[in-house]
């Protein structure tokens, strides 16, 4: 499948100069001989073909665009929880000055590296890094992108809970002492939740998406059927047009 993704434009190419050849040779039947007649047939079967594959084509595409914004919305959320919880380190952990603050330090130090280690993912590909206008035409992940997501599981995030026992204890203390000071880990826990959820919702959609992904190579197949058919079309009616001319 990679092949023909890769390689499209060069078949679209090819597929069009066998037509056209083969067009060059029914230039020796005249107007209404049963070769032409084939030929807009083959032409109106193929065009309906090519139509009918871009429409299922455009909905695959269209759902694809959606989990881009997605995935930028989660990109982005993912910065501003990077943001927050480097705020708060500078804030409250530089130094901490009381043990119920160091444990929740320590929460966020996990946090922080979990969430790094999540803006990594095949999803943020595109949110990441440019790409060549050609290579934008092919939406195949590569086999390392489709391992890493397969390793990915959302589930290795609970591991750094955010309201563990501990974190627990120590929010309930600072409550009595810092208020303050709890109220934005609970926004950051709770930023943090949102992030795993999204990226599980994530996860599920992309490779949904690259289990469908053969609509694009049938839409490719569709295309160079297509360009391999128009030359007998517009070939026919040059031949129609020829006694007119007389």
Known sequence: MRIIAD???LLLVLCFAAGCLG????????????AWRLADLVWVILGGIGALVAVLAGIYKADYSR???QADLAYTAAQAFDRDAARFRLRFCEPAYDGDIATLCEKVEFLSASSAEARALPFFTAVTQSVAPLRSLTLFASDDMMREVARFDPAAFVVFAA????TEAALEGLRRKVPAIAGDFLILARAYEDQVARLARLKEE???LEDSAYILILQILALCLVSFAAPFRLGKSLVELRPARR
């Open 7 to 9: 390689n499209q434009l």
């Open 206 to 208: 992309w490779q949904t």
């Open 23 to 34: 067009t060059g040779r029914l230039f020796a039947m005249p107007a209404g001989h049963r």
């Open 163 to 166: 309201l563990d026992p501990p």
């Open 67 to 69: 989990l881009d914004r």
